[in-house]
């Protein structure tokens, strides 16, 4: 029998993420479609924790890491450099980013190279709370997701607010290109980097990314917790170009928010308690809203 | 050539002829017209550079940050509040060994708000790992950014730098300022080339993690630098002097120090008043003189130890205060002294804050009184009205 052929990968096996990380995954992918001519910088997280403890290094392409909120920042002095020095068909940017990194404490940094037109792909790692610290809410957590300083509790049932729409946000900052893609459709993500990254000026790319130790699922099941996610209609995958919608990814058979919630623990709280059914009920009419928004179906 | 300039346009014109290729900076009074003038010769198509405009001195400094890594010439200014906001950033510079240049516009920091001089934002600062310069005036605020490079710049050093100037006083001053032509510049600061940088031509990792078994001999080289740096600032100065004439440099300025038994310290403009009243003191026969601290950080422990080991008393007039203790100067320059033979004493003065003025009088007035007591962060010219009553 002929051995399975492996491809050299950017970003090499041998570091330190969980068994299923769905950011390492999707690192990987993007790293392997972008090309070994990119220079990447990358937030405090996980990313960069599993990846460079030194005297390690999982990167096979220049890299830096600065830190939590200014990566967006360095990345567009990356470019400016490149510019200046007369580089910049030397290598195209990427800037990554956690969701906290992103949508919280790097927002500021990441409006303002948006703003200035950036030549830079700035790709936020969804995984919907603060993993590298312990599992704390971000402005990216979803509704009632229970985090450790969003506990589900007594009188609470866990994160009080929906996802912020930095899709949204990012495309009000008049940027060509916006897109969301996920790991559970892998094709579609490799696709999406390498059309960003053909697009001259700022690009954002989020990316929903499972994470088995913060949402508490089997690991062997981030693929199929990713796809679940877009097929109810919670995590709606689209590109947006010069501000407009011009992609989405169609559900091909629609199933209930609960399908993706009883597979991950951050939602336990739900099936257990009192009520449950109709704060799931809520949760039913973000999907039915966003697939009505959106036109998923 | 001599041209009568406003102290902001002097560090504008220095920072033009270093030919940096990235400048970002956020807009703070008393900083804005060095910044100003800079966009108006990259408008004019003068200096051939990435001007940069952030939205947050953290934004301005990280994209500095980046672009220095790459292996580009950046340079940054701010101030006051601007440079506490930087403050994360600065740290990340000193520890990624990115000599990026900056000037520091040097103001009070709030509450209250004041817009004015003290040296409260650097002194701050001081342990971020950036080498400090302190210049007197404008001139010497100029040659420092020449300088600033190549010390920065040096492969040994590898280290940020920054020139302070104070807030209004200097940034704002017309004064005659000797400006160097182009290409005695570049002969002075040649290009800059980085051993290592972002490039793909040789993928490496920068900011990794680094844990408990690595991470202080990390801390430890840079101590090393900072110390080795020492001897790199007074070579630069020496090489600048034999260039262009002006001796615009080293670690402390000794005036009229050769035979005092009284030595005044002090970093700054107000240097500038205080060697006035020391000549007027002269002349009336008292031995005293003047230690001017010019670089902060590395603190010349050796060279003020060597300036005033004979010295019985010494005066300390400094625009800051470690609130809690006293100013930041005289803790340190007591230190110079421990474990030596001759304790001289030492008195500690805080002038000037927030933009208060410095008369000559006070000085005067400061040093003769200190002949009488021991003080201890003691604020010159209180306004006791405005305090209750209670001192």
């Known amino acids: ?297 | 050539m001599k041209k009568l300039i406003e102290g902001s346009m002097a560090v504008a014109e220095a920072i033009k002829v270093c030919r940096p290729h990235v400048i970002s900076a956020y807009p703070i009074t008393p900083q804005t017209h060095v910044v100003e003038n800079l966009s108006q010769f990259v408008a004019d198509g003068e200096l051939k550079s990435e001007f940069v405009n952030v939205e947050s001195e953290f934004g301005a400094a990280s994209v500095v940050l980046g672009s220095s890594a790459t292996g580009a010439r950046a340079f940054s200014c701010t101030t006051s509040q601007g440079l506490l906001l930087m403050l994360e950033v600065l740290y990340n510079i000193a520890g990624l060994r990115l000599p990026v240049v900056m000037v520091v516009a040097n103001r009070a920091v709030s509450a209250p708000i004041n817009i004015w001089c003290d040296h409260q934002d650097a002194v701050t600062v001081r342990d971020a790992g950036w080498i400090q310069l302190w210049a007197e005036d404008n001139q010497e605020a100029y040659d420092m950014c020449l300088q600033a490079y190549r010390i920065g710049e040096t492969p040994e050093v590898s280290l940020p730098v920054m020139v302070n100037f104070d807030g209004f006083i200097l940034t704002h001053a017309f004064e005659p300022v000797d400006v160097i032509e182009q290409k005695d510049a570049d002969q002075f600061l040649p290009p800059y080339k980085p051993a290592q940088y972002l490039t793909t031509k040789n993928p490496l990792t920068f900011g990794l993690l680094v844990d408990p078994d690595y991470y202080a001999e990390t801390r430890y080289r840079l101590q090393v630098a900072m110390e080795d740096s020492k001897k790199i600032i007074e070579d630069v100065a020496d090489e600048f002097k034999s260039k262009f004439g002006r001796y615009s440099g080293g670690l402390v300025e000794k005036y009229r120090l050769d035979d005092a038994d009284t030595a005044v310290i002090s970093m700054g403009s107000v240097s500038g008043t205080i060697k006035e009243v020391v000549d007027s003191l002269r002349d009336e026969g008292k031995k005293i003189g003047l230690l001017r601290i010019r670089v902060l950080r590395p603190f010349p422990k050796e060279a003020i130890f060597a300036a005033l080991k004979d010295v019985k008393n010494i005066i300390i007039m400094e625009k800051n205060i470690s609130l809690g203790l006293e100013g930041m100067l005289a803790t340190e320059i007591k230190a110079c002294f421990y474990a030596k033979e001759k304790q001289p004493k030492v008195s500690g003065y805080i002038v000037g804050l927030g933009g208060r003025d410095i008369p000559q009088d006070s000085i005067r007035n400061t040093i003769l009184k200190a002949e009488k007591e021991l003080a201890q962060a003691e604020f010159v010219d209180l306004k006791h009205q405005l305090i209750g009553g209670v001192l």
Request: charged content about 25%; glycine content about 8%.
């Open chain 1, 1 to 297: 029998m002929k051995k399975p052929e492996i491809k050299e990968s950017l970003l090499a096996p041998g570091h330190k993420a969980c068994a299923g990380c769905g950011e390492a995954l999707a690192a990987r992918i993007i790293m392997d479609a972008a090309g070994p001519n990119t220079i990447v910088t990358a937030a405090t997280g996980c990313l960069e924790v599993f990846s460079t403890l030194y005297p390690q290094s999982a990167w096979k392409m220049p890299w830096i890491h600065s830190l939590f909120e200014n990566s967006s920042a360095v990345a567009a002095g990356i470019e400016v450099a490149l510019k200046a020095m007369g580089r910049e068909n030397e290598a195209k940017v990427i800037a990554q980013g956690g969701d906290g990194a992103t949508a919280d404490i790097g927002i500021g940094c990441l409006s303002g190279m948006f703003e200035r037109g950036h030549d830079v792909l700035y790709v936020c790692y969804d995984n919907e709370a603060y993993m590298n610290t312990g599992i704390q809410r971000s402005g990216l957590t979803p509704f009632e997701a229970s985090t450790t300083t969003s506990p589900s509790g007594e009188i609470s049932w866990g994160n009080k607010t929906d996802k912020k729409p930095m899709p949204e946000i990012a495309a009000a900052h008049k940027i060509p290109y916006v897109a969301t893609a996920t790991v559970g459709y892998v094709k579609d993500l490799e696709k999406k980097v390498k059309k960003a990254l053909s697009i001259k000026g700022p690009k954002y790319l989020q990316v929903h990314c499972p994470c088995p130790l913060g949402w508490a699922h089997d690991p062997a099941l981030t693929i199929k917790v990713a796809k679940t996610a877009v097929q109810t209609g919670l995590i709606p995958i689209f590109e947006m170009e010069q501000g407009k919608i011009t992609s989405v990814r169609k559900i091909a058979k629609k199933q209930p928010v609960e399908e993706y919630l009883k597979l991950q623990a951050r939602f336990r709280h739900l099936f257990k308690k009192p009520g449950g059914e109709a704060e799931i009920k809520r949760i039913q009419q973000i999907a039915d809203n966003n697939i009505e928004k959106y036109g998923l179906m």
